[in-house]
């Protein structure tokens, strides 16, 4: 069992910044890959930006390219997206999500992740 706690959503200004956060437990932090999803109203939930297990690698979708950043700091039990130069289609609930099984490398689909936060809402207003 793993669970996950967001936090750093709000309204922000277009051409704002924020950062979001999501604390672990419940197991061992550095044998989970992590990532994080968005999802707006009447769409589906789509890939972010996702990080392997000691942080070495990551995966950023295109649309957040240059802008978003993954990290993270094991000692902390925590994953970060900073988000920076934000647009109003930025708009959508953010949720973690850790998959517990991948041991190289990391996924962009959602069915590959175990765990799943509560999500935080980050609004960018134009």
């Known amino acids: 069992q793993v669970q996950l706690v967001e936090s750093g959503g709000g309204l922000v200004q277009a051409g704002g910044s924020l950062r979001l956060s999501c604390a672990a437990s419940g197991r061992t932090f550095s044998s989970v890959t992590m990532g994080w999803f968005r999802q707006a109203p009447g769409k589906e939930r789509e890939f972010v930006a996702a990080?392997?297990?000691?942080?070495?690698?990551?995966n950023t979708a295109d649309s957040v390219q240059g802008r978003f950043t993954i990290f993270r700091d094991n000692a902390k039990n925590t994953v970060y997206l900073q988000m920076n130069s934000l647009k109003p289609e930025d708009t959508a609930v953010y949720y973690c999500a850790a998959d517990i099984t991948r041991r190289l490398g990391t996924s962009r689909i959602p069915v590959n992740y175990e765990y799943w936060g509560q999500g935080t809402q980050v609004t960018v207003s134009s």
């Open positions: 990080i392997s297990r000691s942080g070495s690698g990551t």
